[in-house]
């Protein structure tokens, strides 16, 4: 088969999955998702005990989801490792990805935020996994 495209068209304007975003707008998202983030009841206190430098956090969080998203390739990390946290369940990631997707529409609007919602809780489901907490995914595909 001659000329099977090896690598997705990642920045034309007719690519329907990609969404017109910029780092600057995912560093904006960031932030507000983390002010909304650190007022839930779950998730607000494991915040407050582990992020020292919030400023570092956001840079890491806008390079992870420019890395995910736009192909940047910024990001590398441990993101497991950060997560193996005690007394982390199922209901902490369905928390995390029911604020993250509000924010991400709020932010981009539903065509946009779309591909960070979809991806989000596919993350969620693996992170979750992967440090022993099952039904992640099953919370996340029941209708809200
Ligand atoms: C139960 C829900 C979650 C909690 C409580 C949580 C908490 C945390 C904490 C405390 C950190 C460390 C921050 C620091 O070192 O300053 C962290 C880092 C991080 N989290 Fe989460 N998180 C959750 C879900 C997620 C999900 C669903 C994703 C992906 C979509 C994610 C992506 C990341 C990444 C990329 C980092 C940075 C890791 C690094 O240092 O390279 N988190 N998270």
Same mark, same amino acid.
């Given at each position: 088969?001659?000329? /099977? !495209?090896?690598?997705? !068209?990642?920045?034309?304007?007719?690519?329907?999955?990609?969404?017109?975003?910029?780092?600057?707008? #995912?560093?904006?998202? =960031?932030?507000?998702?983390? @002010?909304?983030?650190?007022?839930? @009841?779950? %998730?607000? !206190? #494991?915040?407050?005990?582990? =992020?020292?430098?919030?400023?570092?956090?956001?840079?890491?969080?806008?390079?992870?989801?420019?890395?995910?998203? %736009?192909?940047?390739?910024?990001?590398?990390?441990? !993101?497991?490792?950060?997560?193996?946290?005690?007394? %982390? /369940?199922?209901?902490?990631?369905?928390?995390?990805?029911?604020?993250?997707?509000?924010? =991400?529409?709020? @932010?981009?609007?539903?065509?946009?935020?779309?591909?960070?919602?979809? %991806?989000?809780?596919?993350?969620?489901?693996?992170?979750?996994?992967?440090?022993?907490?099952?039904?992640?995914?099953?919370?996340?595909?029941?209708?809200?």
């Amino acid at each position: 088969m001659p000329n /099977t !495209p090896t690598e997705l !068209p990642l920045t034309t304007s007719d690519d329907a999955d990609h969404p017109q975003v910029t780092s600057d707008e #995912i560093r904006v998202m =960031v932030e507000r998702f983390y @002010e909304h983030a650190r007022d839930d @009841e779950l %998730l607000g !206190p #494991i915040f407050a005990q582990r =992020v020292d430098d919030w400023d570092t956090h956001y840079d890491t969080m806008t390079r992870f989801w420019s890395s995910a998203v %736009l192909r940047a390739g910024t990001y590398s990390g441990r !993101p497991i490792e950060k997560h193996r946290i005690e007394g %982390l /369940t199922t209901q902490h990631f369905v928390n995390w990805v029911e604020r993250f997707s509000d924010v =991400v529409t709020q @932010e981009f609007g539903p065509e946009r935020s779309a591909v960070f919602i979809e %991806l989000s809780k596919r993350m969620a489901a693996s992170i979750a996994m992967r440090i022993g907490i099952g039904g992640v995914d099953q919370a996340l595909a029941k209708p809200a």
